[in-house]
């Protein structure tokens, strides 16, 4: 009984967060791959993240990384520093995100903000949507409204990969 209450009024927190992912106000533009200063990187906890962070600092060597780690219930924090987790728990009544840190790392504006989660779930479509990134980034999913999709992408390091391809190719508009 005690779980069907906790999973209802976790509901109840998800659809109030949904419904404030309206996103803020903010400049877009596309830069070029040697125009970005600063990156926000966006993923859900798994067992290949620091493979996938190696990879994408090694994409963007000069660049300072500003990471988020989304932990749904029962994932392990990472073992790199300078990482915002975020869990569930961090939630509040009325879709209130009580962890400072991410309130603070998403009013932050940066160059590049790339979401490297492959499932959409309420709390990363809440950082995509209220990001102050001038560029948005990740693989092309249900619910993720993106200045950049990355389409016809198998993995997060194929992802990185075309990504950055792409960026290659692109003229500061």
């Known amino acids: 009984m005690k779980q069907i209450i906790h999973k209802i009024f976790h509901r109840m927190k998800q659809d ?16 070029d791959l040697h125009a970005v200063k600063s990156c926000l990187v966006v ?31 029962g994932s392990p924090a990472p073992s790199f520093r ?28 940066c ?17 995509l949507g209220n990001s102050q990134a001038k560029c948005k980034a990740g693989m092309k999913k249900e619910n993720f409204d993106a200045d950049l999709m990355i389409d016809g992408v198998t993995g997060v390091s194929e992802l990185i990969d075309k990504l950055f391809e792409v960026l290659a190719k692109l003229k500061k508009y």
């Open 16 to 31: 109030s967060l949904a419904k404030k992912t309206a996103g803020k106000r903010r400049t877009k533009q596309y830069p």
């Open 43 to 73: 993923w859900c906890a798994n067992d290949r993240q620091e493979e996938y962070l190696k990879h994408l600092k090694k994409k963007l060597p000069q660049v300072k990384l500003d990471k988020i780690c989304f932990l749904p219930e």
């Open 82 to 109: 300078d990482v915002v987790c975020v869990k569930e728990e961090e939630l509040g009544f009325g879709g209130k995100i009580l962890n400072e840190e991410l309130l603070a790392l998403l009013d932050k504006e």
């Open 111 to 127: 160059d590049l903000l790339v979401d490297l989660s492959e499932e959409s779930n309420v709390m990363i479509d809440y950082i």
